[in-house]
């Protein structure tokens, strides 16, 4: 099992910045990927980013794409995601997960483990 706690979010003005981190405890060895998601009310979840574990691959949402970064720390077992230009468009509750195979990483199907969410609001 692989636990996930995230920290961060909160409010912020537009074009503002925020940083979400998500530490990850347990079998960290399995993990093969970490990735953000997000929900906003009465939509479905949606990818934001992702890292492999091992690669260093990254991979970005088109609408996130040159203003968020995601980040790891493998000493700290911990997933960063620094996001900056914020819009109110970015409202959300963010969610941190690891998948412990899965290749396609911007379905949430594939990912095995999620964090509890963080609210992210942006003001305009």
């Known amino acids: 099992q692989v636990q996930l706690v995230v920290s961060g979010g909160g409010l912020v003005q537009a074009g503002g910045s925020l940083r979400l981190s998500c530490a990850a405890s347990?079998?960290?060895?399995?993990?093969?990927?970490m990735g953000w998601f997000r929900q906003a009310p009465g939509k479905q979840r949606e990818f934001v980013a992702a890292?492999?574990?091992?690669?260093?691959?990254?991979y970005y949402a088109d609408a996130v794409k040159g203003r968020f970064t995601i980040s790891r720390d493998n000493a700290k077992n911990t997933v960063y995601l620094q996001m900056n230009s914020l819009k109110p468009e970015d409202t959300a509750v963010y969610y941190c997960?690891?998948?412990?195979?899965?290749?396609?990483?911007?379905?949430?199907?594939?990912?095995?483990?999620w964090g509890q969410g963080t609210q992210v609001t942006v003001s305009s």
């Open positions: 997960a690891a998948n412990e195979g899965g290749i396609i990483v911007t379905i949430a199907t594939t990912y095995d483990y």
């Open positions: 890292v492999t574990w091992s690669a260093d691959s990254t």
């Open positions: 347990g079998r960290t060895f399995s993990i093969n990927c």
